[in-house]
Every structure is written in structure tokens, then in C-alpha cells.
């Protein structure tokens, strides 16, 4: 049990070193009409934004398959072990199925955008911003919001793991009195 506890701690440390949100996606926030400048610009860059886009995609898909890899590895090797021994005991705790059944919740939905925002990606990168960089900024605008979506989701399973170990404290306390 405490070798365990050990590793979810290395995890968590690992989580916060490696941050979703932070490689830029060469957009403004808000999808205004974008200038003459900044369209020849696209036209120009056309290659290099493209480039550029595949290396962000390289990487979050390196990232997905991380996050991916902890969040099984803490719910099927962490928590749903934990809950089912704490019920065979007869000690078993709300929070504690609470929290397994959001982060599963969770996890499904944060797979579920990565597909979305995967896709727009794809498609965006596939899309030649030289002849048409009104609607390939268009599309890049959308994607980005994809992408937040996705960082949003990863901040809400680091979230709940982090509150996992919490939980398992106050777990750990009341077993000892």
C-alpha cells in the first residue's frame, strides 16, 4: 500500500512538470476578420505554420498517450483496487466512489474531445492556407478551442487525482484510530 502511494506521488509530480497547455497555437482569441496583413502573412508562412502545426501534433499526441497511460494506470491499479478492498472490509467511502466514478466520467470525456480536437487538427494541417487563409484561420481558431477544451479536461483529472491522495489520507486516518 505505501510502495503505491509512493508511485500515485511520482505521478502526480510527473503531471505537473508535463503541461498540456502550453506549446501556442498561433491564434488570437477571438475570430475577428483578420487584415490584409496578416492574411498575406498566412499565404507567405503557409509552410512553416504547417510545420509547425505537425510538431503540435506530434506532441500532444505524445502527451495524450502519457496522460492516458496515468489516468488507466491510477484508476485500475490505484483506485478501483482501493475502493473494492475498502467494501470487502465494510469501510467503504462515499467520497472515495465519488471520486472513482468522476474520474472515469472524466476520463471519457477528456478521450472523447482529444478525438475532436485530433481531428480538426488534421484537418486544419491538410488545409492549404495559401489559397484560402481567411478560412484556414477560421478553422485554426476552432481547432484552438478544441485544444482548450482538451487542457481543460487534463486540468480537471490532475485535479481530481491530486484530490485522490487527499482523500485516501482522511482514509488512512480514520483506519488508524
Not at 510502495?3 to 503541461?19: D, E, M, P, Q, Y
Not at 512553416?48 to 496515468?70: H, P
Not at 471519457?108 to 481567411?134: A, H, V
Request: charged share 25%; net charge positive.
Amino acid at each position: 500500500m505505501k510502495n503505491k502511494f509512493t508511485i500515485i506521488l511520482l505521478l502526480f509530480s510527473f503531471v505537473n512538470v508535463v503541461n498540456f497547455t502550453t506549446i501556442p497555437t498561433f491564434a488570437e482569441e477571438k475570430p475577428t476578420p483578420i487584415s490584409e496583413e496578416k492574411r498575406g502573412l498566412i499565404s507567405q508562412n503557409c509552410g512553416t505554420i504547417r510545420q509547425s502545426l505537425k510538431n503540435l501534433q506530434r506532441a500532444d499526441s505524445r502527451a495524450r498517450t502519457y496522460f492516458g497511460a496515468i489516468y488507466e494506470t491510477v484508476s485500475s491499479k490505484y483506485i478501483t483496487p482501493l475502493n473494492l478492498r475498502l467494501v470487502k472490509n465494510n469501510l467503504s467511502s462515499n467520497s472515495l466512489i465519488s471520486l472513482q466514478t468522476n474520474i472515469a466520467d472524466t476520463r471519457t470525456k477528456f478521450s472523447s474531445d482529444f478525438i475532436d480536437y485530433s481531428k480538426s487538427l488534421e484537418e486544419l494541417i491538410s488545409f492549404d492556407c495559401r489559397l484560402n487563409p481567411d478560412e484556414f484561420y477560421s478553422k485554426l481558431v476552432t481547432t484552438r478551442k478544441k485544444r482548450e477544451t482538451v487542457a481543460s479536461d487534463v486540468k480537471k483529472l490532475n485535479d481530481l487525482l491530486i484530490s485522490s491522495v487527499k482523500i485516501v489520507e482522511q482514509i488512512k486516518e480514520k483506519t488508524n484510530d
